[in-house]
């Protein structure tokens, strides 16, 4: 287990490991800082194409970790000091990630009360692999796959278009 200030990160009803509040945490807090690997842009083109590869072989796994930053550098969270990379994927998240002062932060989208689990919406910006990224998120709203939410209604001309087609 590893334990912040405000979170700690154990097993997830939602999809194996999850990171969760372990104090009332304020609308618009900073929660915590998604650190990783600095990397530039070429270097992280390579290890996303990489990870994808591995990913098809290994659906579970594979997971790309891989944030813009700036224009010239992005982040690889995929490192075991950097306890943000187990937040789930939400449709209805609580949190959400900004950039500040080329620091990614994961900021409470709502007031947060304690033992709730973290969440932000991924905003995968490729709509024609959606199918890859089912989502389990289970919330009222969820649309079936990890996909920015810019990207919802496109998907619900889509869906439709392929269920009047099988069915
Ligand atoms: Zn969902």
Not at 15 to 36: C, L, M, N, P, Q
Not at 63 to 69: G, R, S
């Amino acid at each position: 287990m590893v334990k912040g200030d405000l979170i700690i990160v154990k097993n997830s009803r939602v999809h194996g490991t999850g990171v969760f509040a372990t104090k009332d945490i304020k609308k618009d807090s900073r929660i915590i800082e998604y650190v990783g690997e600095k990397i530039d842009k070429d270097e992280s083109d390579e290890r996303y194409d990489r990870a994808l590869e591995f990913s098809k072989s290994n659906p579970d796994m594979g997971m790309v970790y891989i944030f813009d930053l700036n224009d010239e550098y992005d982040i690889d969270g995929d490192v075991s000091y950097n306890p943000a990379r187990w937040i789930n994927h939400s449709c209805n998240p609580n949190c959400e990630v900004e950039i500040i002062d080329d620091h990614i932060w994961i900021i409470a989208l709502r007031n947060i009360i304690a033992g709730e689990e973290l969440s932000y919406n991924y905003g995968y910006e490729t709509i024609d692999d959606f199918e890859d990224h089912p989502c389990k998120c289970g919330s009222n709203n969820c649309v079936g796959y990890i996909l920015s939410d810019d990207l919802w209604p496109e998907l619900k001309k889509k869906l439709e278009k392929k269920n009047s087609v099988s069915g």
